[in-house]
């Protein structure tokens, strides 16, 4: 059956955009209603800022949500106070959690989103996946892309270097996730997409490319890093999978956070591909691209004990139904101790 694809995102990016947040909205006939929804953090530093525009438009917020978190239990129980048959105004200011939470209450109310990134740690802010949790471990759940995603220059060029350096992480995942997603097609028969794999593997390149301007936060910099991570959320409606940016260095971040490693998502998938792709190639590439970045990569630079790292390798396998170079069995504790050591993380 012929699958039809909805590129539904429209971008909006450059300097100062966030002004124009407004008559977007009034040019795209969103709906009046605005439920709004920001980290706690977030909202003191910029969300307010953004209220305060809409508030002196015709639109209404008629719920704020900040420090939502990313429980799923929690969140079900304030989409359930919303009037059904309605539809609203989603708009998401903040972080990778914020705009997941964002996408899944846009995708239970039916609503359209705004998504405005103020971190580029992850590739959440355009992808029609969200993540949540639910009773101590992650879901990933279809949810919906952005109606419009909005990236300011100015504001995005201010976040720290970890948040940045992050977001490397999470875009350079793909040196070893699409070794395994062609490996998952050839020995484990899921989709695959061919296309999408070489648009990926074309972004990954230029970020290698424009590394230093990335770490500067320069325009040019963070507009690669933006679009990259907006590239994301179309590589994923293409394939109709998560697997064009995410393999086995993401179930390695997913272990780490099953076992409390208090890290951002970003650093984790980090050290997951230095180990990964030395699992797959025997080449110590990865690290090398991470080293450059100044990227923490080993258990020393982390601050982490290195069973925390072994314990997470053996594990890493469960954390979802995918086909990787772990295989079905994973790694007993003494082959992951091993494997983090060749790989120079611990
Ligand atoms: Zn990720």
Redesign the pocket.
Known sequence: MLKLINFSSNVVFGNNVICSIPSEMESKNFPKDIIFISGENTFKLFGNKVLDKIQKSDFRVIKDIIGVGKDKDTIDDQISKFPKDKKYTIIAVGS?SVLDAGKYIASETNSPLISIPTSLS???IATSFS?LWRKGSSIAIKTVAPSLVIGDYQLLKKEDKRFIKAGIG?ML?KLSALYDWRLSFWLAKEKYNDFAYSLASYTTKLIIKRLNHILNSDYIGIETLFLAEVTDGYLMEISNT?RV??GSE?LF?FAMETLGVNLL??EL?GIGTVIMHFLQTGSHKARKIFEKSHFPITVKELGINKETIIKALSISHKMRNWYTILGKEGLTEGQAERLAKYAGVI
């Open positions: 990778g992850t590739d959440a993540v999470d995942s998560t940016a995410a993401h971040s998502h970003g998938c």
